[in-house]
């Protein structure tokens, strides 16, 4: 998504080439839709580098110096690129300009998974650093409204909710949910709201809380007593991230947890099966 900003916001400027990936055949660095573009300050995205992207490169300026050439070039990803992929790989360049820059939009944005991230706080601002380059539609809530950056990255999207819990009803459907907030008695609060929620709607395929798992347990508890039955607790997973990444640093648990959101959107279905392995992993501040 940085990379599309970049692009719409160097059309203003001036023309660019974009490079997309039209077809493949064989092993080749990137699949059918990747794509950069060659702008007045330089390159933006990949095409997966190497010789290939450096040819890819060369034409574009061509093109944008007024050089005409066929919509679609083949590479062959052999000896004469000095690649050994074997595969080959079709690229369609495209001149655009600034009245281009809707249509671009919506054709290279990726599909964007919706993530719900409550808590501004260290490990907070870390992961939205980590997140705002990925596909993610990013909701950024805390109760705090002091707490949100003046520069947040494009398209995350601040929430100021005072209760924090009362932005779970409204959250996008499909929602990945990560509960970090300053406070155990809001992580509670939005635990409960999210389980709450999913038994109306089932519409919340992952609710990650931060923490340790004395932390879960003593929530389990707490939650019980609010009604919720085991089988609905098994919705949550605490503590978040990987297993086996270790580290409690900000910026640790940020890559953990990112890997673990990009491992749920690759997935053919997200399963909501609960697992017991889910609330047996390490732990975590909070």
Same mark, same amino acid.
């Given at each position: ?19 997309? +990936? ?92 919706? +993530? ?119 919705? +949550? ?50």
């Amino acid at each position: 998504m940085a990379a599309l900003h970049r692009l719409l916001e160097g059309l203003a400027h001036g023309p660019a080439c974009v490079v997309e +990936v039209e077809s493949t055949q064989g092993s080749v660095p990137r699949e059918r839709g990747a794509w950069m573009a060659v702008c007045a300050d330089g390159p933006v995205g990949t095409i997966g580098g190497g010789r290939l992207e450096f040819d890819a490169i060369a034409e574009a300026r061509r093109r944008l110096a007024g050089e005409g050439g066929p919509q679609v070039l083949r590479f062959a990803l052999g000896p004469s690129l000095g690649q050994c992929c074997g595969g080959v790989v079709f690229l369609r360049f495209t001149v655009a300009g600034p009245h281009d820059r809707a249509a671009l939009a919506q054709r290279l944005a990726p599909p964007c998974m919706p +993530v719900a991230l409550f808590g501004a706080g260290h490990v907070g601002h870390a992961l939205v650093r980590v997140l705002a380059p990925l596909p993610f539609a990013l909701a950024w809530i805390d109760s705090r409204d002091s707490v949100f950056p003046t520069d947040a990255p494009a398209g995350v999207a601040c929430e100021h909710s005072d209760p924090v819990h009362a932005a779970v009803p409204s959250l996008a459907a499909s929602s990945q949910v990560l509960v970090m907030s300053f406070s155990h008695a809001e992580d509670l609060d939005v635990v409960a709201a999210c389980l709450l929620r999913q038994r109306e709607r089932g519409d919340l395929p992952f609710i990650g809380l931060i923490g340790s798992r004395t932390k879960w347990a003593t929530f389990s508890h707490r939650l019980a007593a609010r009604g919720f039955a085991p089988h609905e607790l098994a919705w +949550v997973t605490s503590p978040i991230g990987l297993p086996g990444i270790e580290g409690k640093e900000p910026e640790v648990i940020a890559v953990s947890v990112a890997a673990q959101l990009l491992a749920l959107r690759g997935a053919a279905a997200v399963s909501p099966a609960p697992s017991e392995a889910r609330n047996e992993a390490g732990s975590q501040p909070g």
